[in-house]
């Protein structure tokens, strides 16, 4: 994770995926492949209990077999102390990201601190985060009115005192379809400051999904009922996080949003079939395209 972070800061923004079943690997992975940049699979506690860490860790080592050139790193996202202990004891993975932001700063610190000497110690990366994302994804359900924006002070002092390996910062975003409110956006005040005290230190956005308004559109008009305001991230935004130092870029709602779309217009248009080969085979070649062109937007100059 640390290479892949040296290789890509300043240059480009590393799109770390999450994955769930067997069409999201190898949507992920093929996508990866097409567009011969590196990424980063994520798997959530949520996604380890709904298959078992057995079976997505056997699918992941099948992919990195079929798909040879992809240059990634697997990373468990969202895990409090349990998750990322059983993580680290697994062998499996090259990093973990403890979540005790919503603790406060000193208890933020000894937490992450245990976690980062139990992972270093077995050679894994740890990713923190300081500040509070709003919104809901998985089991995270945040109102806005928690969400709190990262001070670049407390960073400082929060990666000196714990030596976490990379920092997900708030600076605006949100998990979920809904994103921003009217004309908010990222915060890129706070995004400079913090790389100005922490020169090279990647940073991490989460909740980076586009949520794009025709995407929104061809889910209602198969059926759904997402509220059309449903807002997210423009790509000139990340790209200027990008050159803010954030390295890692967070991206779970536009895979389920195609996903969505895909599986409703499927039995929209054709009510006869069952065959979940069909609906799943044009998923996985949609999001394939889809990561390979997220992947090349992040790009500020040749990796």
Not at 193 to 212: D, E, T
Request: proline share 3%; net charge negative; with cysteine.
């Amino acid at each position: 994770m640390t290479d892949i972070f040296d290789r890509a800061y300043g240059k480009y923004g590393v799109g770390a995926f999450n994955v769930f079943n067997a069409e999201q690997i190898h949507g992920v992975f093929r996508g990866a492949s097409d567009s011969r940049l590196p990424i980063i699979v994520q798997i959530t506690p949520v996604s380890r209990s709904y298959m078992n860490p057995k079976f997505l860790e056997g699918m992941i080592t099948a992919a990195e077999l079929v798909y040879e050139s992809v240059d990634f790193s697997l990373h468990l996202d969202h895990g409090n102390v349990e998750h990322c202990r059983s993580a680290i004891e697994s062998g499996f993975y090259n990093s973990v990201m403890i979540d005790s932001s919503r603790e406060d700063f000193e208890k933020n610190i000894s937490i992450t601190s245990e976690i980062v000497k139990r992972a270093h110690d077995s050679n894994v990366a740890v990713e923190a985060e300081l500040g509070i994302l709003g919104g809901k994804e998985d089991d995270i359900n945040m109102g806005s009115d928690s969400a709190r924006y990262t001070d670049p002070d407390q960073a400082v002092e929060f990666v000196n005192r714990t030596c976490c390996d990379s920092l997900a910062v708030a600076v605006g975003t949100s998990h979920g379809a809904y994103k921003f409110k009217g004309e908010s956006g990222l915060s890129f005040d706070v995004l400079k400051r913090i790389q100005s005290l922490l020169p090279r230190f990647p940073l991490v956005l989460h909740g980076a999904s586009a949520v794009r308004g025709d995407e929104i559109s061809r889910i209602n008009n198969a059926g759904g009922k997402l509220k059309a305001d449903a807002k997210g991230i423009t790509n000139e935004d990340l790209l200027n996080a990008v050159r803010c130092g954030v390295t890692k870029i967070n991206i779970a709602t536009d895979m389920r949003l195609l996903w969505t779309r895909v599986q409703r217009e499927f039995f929209r248009n054709s009510p006869e079939l069952f065959d979940p080969v069909l609906p799943g085979k044009t998923y996985m070649d949609e999001l394939a395209n889809f990561v390979r062109r997220r992947c090349q937007s992040l790009v500020l100059s040749e990796p």
